[in-house]
């Protein structure tokens, strides 16, 4: 009888490069940890020599005739290759969600006003750009310029962050964008 597995809930394990008893050459060339040649050896003969040293033979090149590996210690370089990938994708969290946008009615309250502004505030300590919005409907779009006092009082509210792009009208709103200082910016590697 057939029962159908069920997908599993978890990742499949990336296959790992092949170390000591896993690499399937017999002879291959072997550096030591510093990167100097140590010749054309045998398997046994360099995972002898790497446990000696406390270390781990990584194959390196399986592509190269003869392949090429290395004598390093396998748990650090694990611990270096992960943390670099971290590094990358908070690098990369960082730049593709670059900006965000908060909108603004002109009817907008005094404390509503404050909370937004303090959301921009965390945004902006976060490292991320942010675009402030005022959205306009009806009669509104004649008289832009009237509500101009919010920009006033949120400008004056962040006057410690970069005003990238200042009032900026278009059909329907008019909005400015703010980005984080040097502090935030060196803080977050950006």
Not at 92 to 111: A, D, Q, T, V, W
């Amino acid at each position: 009888m057939y029962f159908p597995m069920k997908k599993s809930r978890f990742k499949p394990i990336k296959e790992l490069p092949p170390v000591n008893q896993n690499i399937i050459f017999d002879e291959f060339l072997l550096l030591d940890e510093n990167g100097k040649n140590l010749g054309k050896i045998n398997k046994f003969s360099a995972i002898n020599l790497a446990k000696q040293k406390n270390l781990d033979v990584f194959l390196i090149n399986k592509n190269s005739n003869p392949p090429v590996a290395k004598l390093v210690n396998y748990e650090k370089y694990r611990y270096e290759v992960e943390k670099k990938k971290k590094q990358e994708n908070k690098l990369k969290r960082l730049n593709s969600k670059s900006m965000k946008e908060i909108y603004f009615r002109p009817s907008i309250g005094i404390h509503d006003l404050e909370v937004k502004v303090k959301h921009l505030q965390e945004f902006l300590n976060d490292g991320y750009k942010v675009m402030v919005s005022l959205k306009f409907k009806g009669r509104e779009n004649q008289n832009k310029k009237q509500f101009y006092k919010i920009f006033d009082i949120i400008k004056e509210k962040l006057n410690n962050y970069i005003i990238e792009k200042d009032i900026t009208e278009r059909e329907r709103d008019t909005f400015m964008i703010f980005s984080p200082n040097k502090k935030v910016i060196d803080k977050h590697n950006i």
